[in-house]
């Protein structure tokens, strides 16, 4: 069974609908992190989360909002869906850094195109 | 100037051959790298890490060089496979900060 799991895997939506993006983890870990991914672009940072009272903005967190329901449930969301959106996204988890930061373990993805 | 767009360098290796995968960073401030290597449909699946204290680590069939002097970081892989064709990202951790950043990839292209 996958440690981290997202869904949808795939979705289609339109210019100005809501949508949300859901990950799951079984791994224990209180860090949770969702990342977009672009073409040639690599991974680029929207939200993270240390626990569940902890939420902080990425790179890249304009049009996007997140809630961390459990310590095992980290969702996000598109209030109003432009086609920019359209990209991969990633949803990961890692255990509690100490001094550095630890591992981070991705689910498999969720495609998303903004029609 | 820095180049965006759709394509990812590219290293083409020939089976069996070692693959040799650069990466550099910027941020002397930077104490801890890792290895992603990402299959076609699969998110980023962690390699092998080094942190800033060391020079070399070896995994099965990987080894990652550091060279702080340079800023340069790389991901050896021996006897190269066909299931090692993947896109390959270095990351790197700024000072134990809260995030990590990565790089754009190198997608390697195994030849039989």
């Known amino acids: 069974d996958a440690d981290v799991t997202q869904t949808p895997r795939n979705r289609i939506t339109k210019t100005g609908k809501r949508i949300m993006l859901e990950c799951s983890q079984t791994?224990?870990?209180?860090?949770m992190y969702w990342y977009r991914q672009d073409p040639g672009l690599g991974l680029r940072l929207i939200y993270y989360?240390?626990?569940?009272?902890?939420?902080n903005k990425g790179e890249i967190s304009d049009g996007y909002s997140v809630s961390r329901q459990a310590q095992a449930k980290f969702s996000l969301s598109l209030e109003s869906a432009i086609p920019n959106q359209t990209a991969l996204y990633f949803c990961?988890?890692?255990?509690?850094?100490?001094?550095?930061?630890?591992?981070?373990?991705f689910g498999p993805g969720t495609r998303l195109l903004v029609l | 100037g820095e180049s965006v767009g759709l394509h990812l360098p590219t290293l083409s290796v020939q089976e069996g051959d070692n693959s040799i995968i650069n990466c550099a960073y910027s941020?002397?401030?930077?104490?801890?790298f890792i290895w992603y290597k990402q299959e076609s449909g699969k998110g980023p699946q962690f390699i092998i890490d080094?942190?800033?204290?060391?020079d070399k680590r070896q995994g099965q069939r990987v080894t990652v060089l550091l060279n702080k002097t340079v800023k340069h970081l790389s991901l050896q892989i021996a006897a190269t496979q066909p299931g090692d064709s993947a896109v390959y990202f270095c990351?790197?951790?700024?000072?134990?900060?809260?995030?990590?950043?990565f790089g754009k990839g190198t997608r390697l292209h195994i030849l039989p």
């Open positions: 990961a988890t890692s255990s509690a850094g100490g001094t550095y930061q630890e591992t981070q373990y």
């Open positions: 791994k224990g870990h209180d860090r």
């Open positions: 989360s240390f626990d569940v009272k902890d939420i």
């Open positions: 941020n002397s401030a930077s104490d801890y």
């Open positions: 080094i942190r800033s204290n060391m």
């Open positions: 990351a790197e951790n700024i000072g134990g900060g809260d995030k990590i950043i």
